[in-house]
Nanobody, 119 residues
């Protein structure tokens, strides 16, 4: 059973930066991890969970318009870890951030990490 653990959240002022990490355990090998498509989602209070960014097994990346040019998704297959570098943070980026790993038909979610952007 694959487990995902996010970390790196916290309180940051507008304009600041944070780097989130998502570490996978229970994956047989780094090669197996490399097959997963990895996503970041976020959920603000009282709102639906929304997709933020994706990185494929071939390291192709895509972003939601709201974070494009500010956020960067990356992965280190040797460490079975995915990252989200978040720059120029805005109060509207405040949310719980979740990572997701998928390799059809399997889908796994982490438990989330809180990001709060406030002065």
């Amino acid at each position: 059973q694959v487990q995902l653990v996010e970390s790196g959240g916290g309180l940051v002022q507008p304009g600041g930066s944070l780097r989130l990490s998502c570490v996978a355990s229970g994956v047989a090998s780094r090669n197996m991890f490399s097959l997963y498509t990895m996503d970041w989602y976020r959920q603000a209070p009282g709102k639906e969970r929304r997709w933020v960014a994706k990185i494929t097994s071939g390291s192709t990346t895509t972003y939601a318009d709201s974070v494009k040019a500010r956020f960067t998704i990356s992965r280190n297959n040797a460490k079975k870890t995915m990252y989200l570098q978040m720059n120029s943070l805005k109060p509207e980026d405040t949310a719980v951030y979740y990572c997701k790993a998928s390799n059809y038909p399997d889908v796994y979610w982490g438990q989330g990490t809180q990001v709060t952007v406030s002065s």
